[in-house]
């Protein structure tokens, strides 16, 4: 069985200050992991995703994610911040990158 | 071109009341794929087509919920006999292939049971 954690339901940080979202993952195999954000009134879009290629992972909007096996940890980053960056964000699980088992999520705010 | 589109998207019903929600795929994606995020939670996993059939239904809370792709595209999740704890924003998504490319996702249909 996959499962997800992450780490703080809200996150708050100034415009221009690194954003770093945590996700740690329980899985049984070797796991397909991804990070999505979902803004106010649309659909969940896909950040970025791990597929075992390479642990560190970039993605659009200047995210990126490193797989660490040994800490089974997805954190997210982004070196500095920007206002169009509040949302909300969940990380994701698959064993089969099928059925995918998502967090509770993180709403990150951006100070001005 | 166009992306997953969900019908209604907002749908207000009684308790006890039958409810049809649908959800239009990418054209030409195989998978396609149901969740249900209540609120303050993640999407959860509900029930998943390759194709027409149901690849997995693991995650249909009972015998309750039950959903359809007669054609391979077009699908319609039914709720029998509403409960107020089915109450939660049902979300679409769909994929070229089942466990090879990207999940796009709807943005949603918001079901209140009063």
């Known amino acids: 069985a996959q499962s997800v954690t992450q780490l703080g339901s809200h996150v708050s940080v100034s415009e221009g200050a690194l954003v770093l979202l945590r996700c740690n993952y329980s899985?049984?195999?070797?796991?397909?992991l991804f990070w999505y954000v979902q803004y106010p009134n649309q659909g969940l879009q896909l950040l970025l995703k791990?597929?075992?290629?390479?642990?560190l992972v970039k993605g659009i909007n200047g995210f990126e994610a490193e797989f660490k096996k040994s800490e089974t940890s997805f954190h997210l980053t982004k070196p500095s911040a920007h206002m169009s960056d509040a949302a909300e964000y969940f990380c994701?699980?698959?064993?089969?990158?099928?059925?995918?088992?998502f967090g509770t999520g993180t709403r990150l705010t951006i100070i001005p | 071109g166009a992306g997953v589109s969900q019908t209604p998207s907002n749908k207000v019903t009684e308790k006890g009341k039958y409810v049809e929600l649908r959800c239009d795929p990418i054209?030409?994606?195989?998978?396609l794929y149901w969740y249900r995020q209540s609120l303050g939670q993640g999407p959860e996993f509900l029930i998943y087509?390759?194709?027409?059939?149901?690849?997995?239904d693991s995650g249909l809370p009972n015998d309750r919920f039950f959903a359809v792709r007669p054609e391979g595209s077009v699908s319609t999740l039914k709720i029998q006999r509403t409960e107020r704890g089915d109450s939660a924003v049902y979300l679409c998504?769909?994929?070229?292939?089942?466990?090879?490319?990207?999940?796009?996702f709807g943005p949603g249909t918001r079901l209140t049971v009063l």
């Open positions: 998504a769909s994929s070229r292939i089942a466990g090879v490319n990207e999940q796009f």
């Open positions: 899985s049984s195999v070797p796991p397909y």
């Open positions: 791990y597929t075992s290629a390479a642990t």
């Open positions: 994701a699980v698959s064993a089969t990158n099928e059925k995918l088992t």
């Open positions: 054209s030409g994606h195989t998978a």
């Open positions: 087509f390759q194709g027409t059939g149901a690849a997995d």
